[in-house]
């Protein structure tokens, strides 16, 4: 099982970046998927899932910014970040998991990790 993430890069405060995330090894149409992010220093945080009947939740800090989809034919989870802060600025990973409702935003929730990708926003 493998988890690929991609698109993370360098932006100015106010921009955009998508990051992707492609599975091989097992098939996430069953399987919820999430997006979690590590700041140097802090831990790894919570920033949006979406489930595999495709119900989406997102942090409150990226509420309204960042949008989580999901393309079952092509076995990848997008993650489109709009009005990067430089607070966003973290390595992101994504996962994917069968998690109950009380963990959907724990990472207790997720089984298989990508190795992450660095999000770095300039002010």
């Known amino acids: 099982v493998q988890l690929q993430a991609s698109g993370g890069g360098l932006v100015q405060a106010g921009g955009s970046l998508r990051l992707s995330c492609a599975a091989s090894?097992?098939?996430?149409?069953?399987?919820?998927m999430g997006w979690f992010r590590q700041a140097p220093g802090k831990e790894r945080e919570f920033v949006a899932a979406?489930?595999?009947?495709?119900?989406?939740y997102y942090a409150d800090s990226v509420k309204g910014r960042f949008t989580i989809s999901r393309d079952n034919a092509k076995n990848t989870v997008y993650l489109q970040m709009n009005s990067l802060k430089p607070e966003d600025t973290a390595v992101y990973y994504c996962?994917?998991?069968?998690?109950?409702?009380?963990?959907?935003?724990?990472?207790?929730?997720?089984?298989?990790w990508g190795q992450g990708t660095l999000v770095t926003v300039s002010s």
């Open positions: 979406v489930s595999w009947l495709a119900s989406t």
């Open positions: 996962a994917t998991g069968r998690p109950s409702s009380a963990l959907v935003r724990s990472p207790r929730g997720y089984d298989y």
């Open positions: 090894g097992l098939t996430l149409s069953s399987r919820d």
